[in-house]
């Protein structure tokens, strides 16, 4: 399993922004995909996760309300529209992967990760 995050940059208070997460490799298990994010100085936070097989979502508070997470399967492609975008939102933003169905809670451990991109909010 791989996967490749891009479409961080660097962007204004207020404004919003996409990430994408490709995959590749799956098998025919099920899997969690998730978005993490670390700052400097910061512990790695779990934004965000989503059952790839139905597509129910939890969010950490941090962020509840202004970021959505979605996966297009046939595209094997996950995303995080983030919308209203804070001074304290930038960090290097990572996508994960966890093989099983998604419980009631997001995994606690993910095997598979993805490279960073790197998410700037300044004015």
């Known amino acids: 399993v791989q996967l490749q995050a891009s479409g961080g940059g660097l962007v204004h208070p207020g404004d919003s922004l996409r990430l994408s997460c490709k995959a590749s490799g799956f098998g025919r298990e099920y899997y969690t995909f998730a978005w993490f994010r670390q700052a400097p100085g910061k512990e790695r936070e779990e934004v965000s996760c989503?059952?790839?097989?139905?597509?129910?979502?939890l969010y950490s508070d941090s962020i509840k309300g202004r970021f959505t997470i979605s996966r297009d399967n046939a595209e094997n492609v996950m995303y995080l529209q983030m919308n209203i975008l804070k001074p304290e939102d930038p960090a290097l933003y990572y996508c994960?992967?966890?093989?099983?169905?998604?419980?009631?809670?997001?995994?606690?451990?993910?095997?598979?990760w993805g490279q960073g991109t790197q998410v700037t909010v300044s004015s």
């Open positions: 994960a992967a966890a093989r099983g169905f998604m419980g009631s809670t997001c995994p606690r451990t993910y095997e598979f």
């Open positions: 989503i059952s790839r097989t139905t597509g129910r979502a």
